[in-house]
């Protein structure tokens, strides 16, 4: 029934928010709310490893830019079919060729799950600090990858030119947005249910002590992998549409450490322990951002973001849903009835003790 | 084949100047189990302080560092107190630690930005541009120098960890803390006293930076990938096995450089410190 609810309640969000950026006519609107939602998929992407399982990721930047230039390759692909093609097989790549963004995002998600799995299996064997550490090394590498490889654009970066008109929505950007928001809702969907079932169960002994988890008889090791694939292919997801999103793409922008930080920065000041948390981080620190980079600077903005984490992770180490926790947890009456805030943390699914 | 010999004595000097970079590293994550990957943040910091100096004062660049020491110590001491205090003392240093240094990286990397934007900096002294030849082989001073005194700072800290009472408590510390108890010293203190002796050598690092190349706030994450190979290659705690791997890594990517182009040269260290991390975690002179 709640999970009823979710879906529901989700796609109303969902559709309200398509709704409302059209109703307002202002196209900022859209380019805006695309990077906020955005940063909702890497926010929960990285918290499927980093608050489940208490693997930090810090090279989202990777994942996302895999993602994005696997777009990159496909989109010069198609545009030149005739080049890159045998003849006999021209004729069925034109077929299928330019492919849609929705499949694109199938394939980047699979692209950077991929990557994702080879990390994992080099370095989760070892203890937590070498996962992180290969993580930034994995970035660079990448990196250093892209900027030499020509066909993508090599450090020049690459055009992507979109089209102009899409059917149903009419403006390309607002295809972009509704895919966004689609995406979001999969990637919250996908946290939350790896949250209530087995999997998550696993996740969480893995984080409270993997050697007891291990003595156990958890698969850790298993299960760290399938944490860094699902994690990794959201990264990916979220970074195959941005291609057509940002029109021009160089390497230093896709792996700008921008990436890294927010999706580490996002749950952390949410709250890293249930699929809410990275949602409230990335709606707050994303429109916070939205709004100091159009006022100040992006500088500011990415500034800000850092100050916050550190204050957080110092101060608040649950997060903003584990200051609501508290206050409503303080609410309980001595006698066990029930006062209105634990009334509403029962509402709010947050009872009392629950992680 | 002089190209060859010519690159792996750049690759040596190199080697000399990143061991500096790596020491810090070697003393924090290797000794005291602290994942600074902060480090690199401090030695920009380092960089820059030696380059305001340097124009304003005129002073030279590694004179700075040596004169900013005591800071760089004091620094150091206070980030470990707000480590200890927050996460350490609690047992949650895993997770929040991490992004906790990973934060303090990224303000102190912003901050330079809007302080001194993106341009590149650099400073000036008498030995940059020269050059010493010998027959084929060349070594610049700009060069040589920052590795003598770093090669010169880690005999000194090698000398203090196995000789004085301090230096093994340090060696200890990370061992058994309970032992360390029962011989009078307070773990906590000891542990200080490493952090920030690894911060300090964050300023000689940053200021042999400078000296050997321009130097921009982002720079630093570079490094970060450089420094960890290193220390893990080296064998996390062994500086012996931190000058080794560090002169191994400063030669493979000047022969990268050489030979297939300087845009290839960061991936080499990545590569190393995937190709170690799967094959030999324990490094090269690991236990």
Same mark, same amino acid.
């Given at each position: 029934?709640r999970?009823?609810?979710?879906?529901?309640?989700?796609?109303? *969000?969902?559709?309200?928010?398509?709704?409302?950026?059209?109703?307002?006519? =202002?196209?900022?609107?859209?380019?805006?709310? #695309?990077? *906020?939602?955005?940063?909702v998929?890497?926010?929960?992407?990285?918290?499927i &490893?980093?608050?489940?399982?208490?693997?930090? =990721?810090?090279?989202?930047?990777a994942f996302?830019?895999a993602?994005?230039?696997?777009?990159?390759? !496909?989109?010069?692909l198609?545009?030149?079919?005739?080049?890159?093609?045998?003849?006999?097989?021209?004729?069925?790549a034109? &077929?299928?060729?330019p492919? =849609?963004?929705?499949?694109?995002?199938?394939i980047?998600?699979? *692209?950077?799950?991929l990557?994702? !799995?080879?990390?994992? #299996?080099?370095?989760?064997? !070892?203890?937590?600090?070498?996962?992180?550490?290969?993580? &930034?090394?994995?970035?660079?590498?990448?990196?250093?990858?892209?900027?030499?490889? /020509?066909?993508?654009?090599?450090?020049?970066?690459?055009?992507?030119?979109?089209?102009?008109?899409?059917?149903?929505f009419?403006? #390309?950007?607002?295809?972009?947005?509704a895919i966004?928001?689609?995406l979001?809702i999969?990637?919250?969907?996908?946290?939350?249910?790896i949250?209530?079932?087995?999997?998550g169960?696993?996740?969480?002994?893995?984080? /409270?002590?993997?050697?007891?988890?291990?003595?156990?008889?958890? %698969?850790?090791?298993?299960?760290?992998?399938?944490?860094?694939t699902?994690?990794?292919a !959201?990264m990916?997801?979220?970074?195959?549409?941005?291609?057509?999103?940002?029109?021009?793409l160089? %390497?230093?922008?896709?792996?700008?450490?921008?990436y890294a930080?927010?999706?580490?920065?996002? %749950?952390?000041?949410g709250?890293?322990?249930?699929w809410?948390?990275?949602?409230?981080?990335?709606?707050?620190?994303?429109i916070?951002q939205q709004?100091?980079?159009?006022?100040?600077?992006s500088?500011v903005?990415?500034?800000?973001?850092?100050l916050? &984490?550190i204050?957080f *992770?110092?101060?608040?180490?649950?997060?903003?849903?584990?200051?609501?926790? /508290?206050?409503?947890r303080?609410?309980?009456?001595?006698?066990?009835t029930?006062s209105?805030?634990?009334?509403?943390?029962?509402?709010?699914?947050?009872?009392?003790?629950a992680? | 084949?002089?190209?060859?010999?010519?690159?792996?004595?750049?690759g040596?000097?190199? +080697?000399?100047?990143?061991?500096a970079?790596?020491?810090?590293?070697? @003393?924090?994550? +290797?000794?005291?189990?602290?994942v600074?990957?902060? $480090?690199?943040a401090?030695?920009?910091?380092?960089?820059? @302080?030696a380059y305001?100096?340097?124009?304003?004062? +005129?002073?030279?660049?590694?004179?700075t560092?040596?004169?900013?020491?005591?800071?760089?110590?004091?620094l150091?001491?206070?980030?470990?107190?707000?480590?200890?205090?927050?996460?350490?003392? $609690?047992?949650q240093?895993?997770?929040?630690g991490?992004a906790?240094?990973?934060?303090?990286?990224f303000?102190?990397?912003v901050?330079?930005i809007?302080?001194?934007?993106?341009?590149?900096?650099?400073?000036?002294?008498?030995y940059?541009?020269?050059?010493?030849?010998?027959?084929?082989?060349?070594?610049p001073?700009?060069m040589l @120098?920052?590795?003598?005194?770093?090669?010169?700072?880690?005999a000194?800290?090698?000398?203090?960890?196995?000789?004085?009472?301090?230096?093994?408590?340090?060696?200890?510390?990370?061992?058994?803390?309970?032992a360390?108890?029962l011989?009078a010293a307070?773990?906590t203190?000891?542990?200080?006293?490493?952090?920030?002796?690894s @911060?300090?050598?964050?300023?000689l690092?940053?200021?042999?930076?400078?000296?050997?190349?321009p130097?921009?706030?982002?720079?630093?994450?570079?490094?970060?990938?450089?420094?960890?190979?290193?220390c893990?290659?080296?064998?996390?705690?062994?500086?012996?096995?931190?000058?080794?791997?560090?002169?191994?890594?400063?030669?493979?990517?000047?022969?990268t450089?050489?030979?297939?182009?300087?845009?290839?040269?960061?991936?080499?260290?990545?590569?190393?410190?995937l190709l170690?991390?799967?094959?030999r975690?324990?490094g090269?002179l690991?236990?």
């Amino acid at each position: 029934m709640r999970t009823f609810f979710f879906y529901l309640g989700s796609i109303l *969000v969902g559709a309200a928010l398509f709704a409302f950026a059209r109703w307002s006519g =202002n196209d900022y609107l859209f380019f805006a709310g #695309y990077t *906020v939602l955005q940063f909702v998929v890497l926010a929960t992407a990285w918290n499927i &490893l980093g608050g489940y399982c208490g693997y930090v =990721n810090f090279g989202s930047a990777a994942f996302f830019a895999a993602g994005a230039y696997s777009t990159v390759a !496909l989109h010069k692909l198609g545009a030149n079919v005739d080049r890159y093609f045998p003849q006999e097989l021209a004729g069925i790549a034109k &077929l299928v060729m330019p492919l =849609n963004v929705p499949t694109l995002i199938i394939i980047g998600g699979i *692209v950077s799950g991929l990557i994702g !799995l080879g990390t994992g #299996y080099l370095t989760l064997r !070892l203890r937590g600090a070498f996962f992180a550490i290969a993580t &930034l090394a994995l970035a660079v590498v990448l990196q250093t990858l892209i900027v030499n490889w /020509d066909f993508v654009g090599g450090s020049r970066g690459a055009y992507i030119i979109r089209p102009s008109e899409v059917p149903i929505f009419g403006n #390309y950007i607002q295809y972009l947005f509704a895919i966004m928001i689609v995406l979001s809702i999969v990637a919250l969907a996908a946290a939350r249910t790896i949250e209530r079932s087995r999997l998550g169960y696993g996740f969480a002994t893995i984080r /409270d002590d993997e050697l007891a988890a291990e003595a156990c008889g958890v %698969p850790t090791l298993k299960l760290k992998l399938v944490a860094t694939t699902i994690s990794g292919a !959201l990264m990916g997801m979220a970074g195959a549409p941005f291609p057509y999103y940002i029109g021009y793409l160089e %390497p230093g922008s896709a792996f700008g450490l921008a990436y890294a930080v927010n999706s580490i920065a996002m %749950p952390m000041i949410g709250g890293t322990t249930s699929w809410v948390g990275p949602l409230i981080g990335a709606l707050l620190l994303g429109i916070a951002q939205q709004y100091i980079i159009v006022t100040i600077s992006s500088a500011v903005g990415v500034l800000v973001v850092g100050l916050m &984490l550190i204050i957080f *992770v110092i101060g608040a180490p649950k997060g903003i849903v584990g200051l609501v926790q /508290d206050f409503m947890r303080a609410g309980a009456k001595a006698d066990g009835t029930p006062s209105w805030r634990s009334r509403l943390a029962i509402f709010a699914n947050m009872r009392p003790g629950a992680r | 084949m002089e190209l060859l010999i010519n690159a792996i004595i750049a690759g040596l000097l190199l +080697g000399g100047f990143y061991a500096a970079v790596t020491v810090g590293v070697s @003393i924090s994550f +290797g000794i005291l189990d602290i994942v600074n990957i902060a $480090h690199p943040a401090f030695i920009i910091l380092g960089a820059y @302080i030696a380059y305001i100096v340097n124009q304003t004062l +005129g002073l030279d660049p590694i004179l700075t560092a040596v004169i900013a020491l005591p800071a760089f110590y004091a620094l150091g001491a206070v980030v470990y107190q707000v480590y200890y205090q927050s996460f350490e003392k $609690h047992g949650q240093d895993a997770l929040r630690g991490l992004a906790f240094f990973f934060g303090l990286l990224f303000v102190t990397e912003v901050l330079l930005i809007l302080v001194f934007g993106v341009d590149y900096r650099y400073v000036t002294a008498s030995y940059i541009d020269q050059t010493l030849h010998f027959g084929f082989v060349d070594l610049p001073l700009r060069m040589l @120098i920052p590795c003598a005194i770093s090669l010169a700072m880690l005999a000194m800290l090698q000398l203090y960890l196995s000789r004085t009472f301090t230096g093994r408590a340090i060696m200890a510390v990370s061992q058994d803390q309970l032992a360390l108890r029962l011989m009078a010293a307070d773990p906590t203190k000891i542990k200080r006293i490493a952090f920030a002796i690894s @911060i300090a050598t964050a300023s000689l690092a940053g200021s042999f930076l400078i000296v050997i190349q321009p130097v921009e706030p982002s720079v630093g994450r570079e490094y970060i990938g450089r420094v960890f190979a290193i220390c893990v290659l080296g064998g996390l705690q062994s500086l012996p096995g931190t000058v080794i791997a560090a002169m191994l890594l400063g030669i493979v990517e000047s022969i990268t450089a050489t030979f297939y182009g300087p845009s290839w040269a960061p991936a080499v260290a990545f590569g190393f410190l995937l190709l170690t991390l799967a094959f030999r975690p324990a490094g090269l002179l690991g236990r």
